[in-house]
């Protein structure tokens, strides 16, 4: 007895896939929403106590001011710096569970998986790349602003939102122009609103429909193992 190999072709469904991608994504639009909304109280709230301070302090008013401004500036951005973070979770996320789908549905021994690396969207790329063909023409088209995106989520998470010097300033200045605040005596930066999160989520999904868009027109490889006898 023996295993005889048959591989035959078909397309895959994205359809569900998709539609869990796109609901995901109005799911955090309306979470931004709601945070936008509570931050706005929140700083009207601060805003109150401020006044209240200075009329019971009146000689004090620079200095309550730029206590005021310092904690408004460090707590929004704790926000602010985290939903990026989440952006570029569900950009992992959905990228891999692509790669994942064309695994299970092609009953292929090469999973992303066999990839390593230690950027995850760049090692699903390259597992796409090598299972369906998908040209570097889409990547490049937005690699350049999505790659911003993801050295500002490292240099959240990995580098405490701070930067090196001031060329490494400047990259932050240029890419995300008018978005960012610089504590220039602890080299630390802020972002000044969601924006840039808001933006991520706008691209970094538009670049998994395209990709979707594309493997759907595809027909997949499957190897159909059956046993056989003689």
Known sequence: MFTKKELITKEIDFSYFKESLNSEKKYLEQYFEINSEKISETNNQFSDKLLEQIEENPSLESKIIAEYESSFRAINSYYF????????????????????KITDHTLSSFSL???????????????????TGLNDEIIN???????????????????NSTYKDDTDKAKLENGFSGKI???????????????????YLEKSNIFLN??????????????NTTPNTV
């Open 181 to 199: 605040e610089f504590d220039e005596t602890n080299n630390k930066f802020f972002l000044k609103d969601d924006e840039l999160a808001i933006e």
């Open 141 to 159: 088209i937005h690699k350049p602003r999505l790659g911003k995106f993801q050295n500002l989520r490292n240099k959240i998470i990995h580098e």
């Open 81 to 100: 710096h985290s939903s990026i973070a989440l952006i570029h979770t569900y950009f992992e996320s959905y990228i891999s569970q692509l790669c994942n």
């Open 113 to 131: 998986q066999l990839l390593k690396g230690n950027n995850l969207i760049k090692t699903a790329l390259d597992y796409l790349k090598l299972t």
């Open 210 to 223: 395209e990709i979707i868009i594309i493997l759907s027109e595809k027909e997949f490889v499957i190897e």
